[in-house]
């Protein structure tokens, strides 16, 4: 089992920057894929970025110019920085972590409980 808790979501203003963490706990942390998904409300999961044990990243074409996504094996955690925030980037982030790098929602191995990200306009 992997536990995922992720932190840093919060209220900004559009143009501001956060940073979400995910913090892992439980099997060998480096030999996952971690990735980061999102829900709007009323919407589907939405693959947002991952990156591999080897730090092979992917970012969605939403994300791409703006967020970066980084990962600390030492210390079992991941991050996403996220720039120059919009409106419609407004969901809860969920952190996953799966044995092989995958967009699709339904072949993530683990989630966490996810953070709230709130954009204002």
């Known amino acids: 089992q992997v536990q995922l808790v992720e932190s840093g979501g919060g209220l900004v203003q559009a143009g501001g920057s956060l940073r979400l963490s995910c913090a892992a706990s439980?099997?060998?942390?480096?030999?996952?894929?971690l990735g980061w998904f999102r829900q709007a409300p009323g919407k589907e999961h939405e693959f947002v970025a991952d990156?591999?044990?080897?730090?092979?990243?992917t970012l969605s074409a939403a994300a791409k110019g703006r967020f970066t996504i980084s990962r600390d094996n030492s210390k079992n955690t991941m991050y996403l920085q996220m720039n120059s925030l919009k409106p419609e980037d407004t969901a809860v982030y969920y952190c996953?972590?799966?044995?092989?790098?995958?967009?699709?929602?339904?072949?993530?191995?683990?989630w966490g409980k996810g953070t709230l990200v709130t954009v204002s306009s």
């Open positions: 996953t972590a799966t044995s092989m790098a995958t967009r699709e929602p339904k072949s993530i191995d683990y």
């Open positions: 439980g099997r060998t942390f480096v030999n996952y894929a």
């Open positions: 990156i591999t044990w080897d730090y092979t990243y």
